[in-house]
């Protein structure tokens, strides 16, 4: 058995003690250790784009970064996007009005990557956006929602900073 170490993750605002084993994923550690369970395992292999989360504002899959990675860094999952009252972040809002999911298992995904498409300047042409979001898989084929998701919220967004 590998030798446990003791941490501290900041998840969402939040200090987190936990003691994990250094093998243990950012991906199991929010999901089995935290009860985080809003960030998807799909693939655990890095291909799908299920398990994107913000670390220190970039987006990471954290199905390939160690939780110990993580320590001493800000990490922001699907569940601290929204307000502390509930209201949702822009980028949630727009996938509700557009419709973008189906089955709903890679939204946390596409939304956390969405976040950072807009974040980083991507969102400027559809062809921008389906470059950027081309990590993140749909299985059930939701992207034409998805797109016009990310260009409502880019424009609402944009139109806030104006």
């Given at each position: ?14 200090l987190?003690?936990?003691t ?5 994923t950012?991906?199991?550690?929010l ?7 809003g960030t998807?395992?799909?693939c ?20 390939l970064t ?24 822009v ?10 999911f ?22 400027g ?7 950027f979001?081309?990590?993140n898989?749909?299985?059930c ?22």
């Open positions: 058995m590998a030798s446990l170490r003791s941490m501290e993750l900041n998840i969402n605002g939040v987190h003690a936990v994990l084993e250094p093998r243990v950012l991906l199991d550690a999901r089995e250790h935290l009860g985080l369970t998807k395992k799909g655990d292999q890095g291909q799908c784009g299920a398990c994107t989360v913000h670390v220190d504002g970039e987006r990471v899959l954290a199905c160690l939780a110990v990675q993580a320590e001493g860094r800000e990490v922001t999952t699907i569940e601290g996007l929204s307000g502390e009252d509930g209201t949702l972040d980028v949630q809002q727009a996938f509700l009005e557009e419709d973008a189906q089955c709903g298992y890679c939204t946390p995904g596409q939304v956390m990557s969405a976040v950072a498409c807009i974040r980083e300047g991507h969102a042409t559809d062809a921008e956006i389906r470059e979001m081309a990590g898989l749909c299985r084929g939701a992207y034409n929602g998805i797109v016009a998701a990310v260009r409502k919220a880019a424009q609402s967004v944009e139109g806030a900073t104006a």
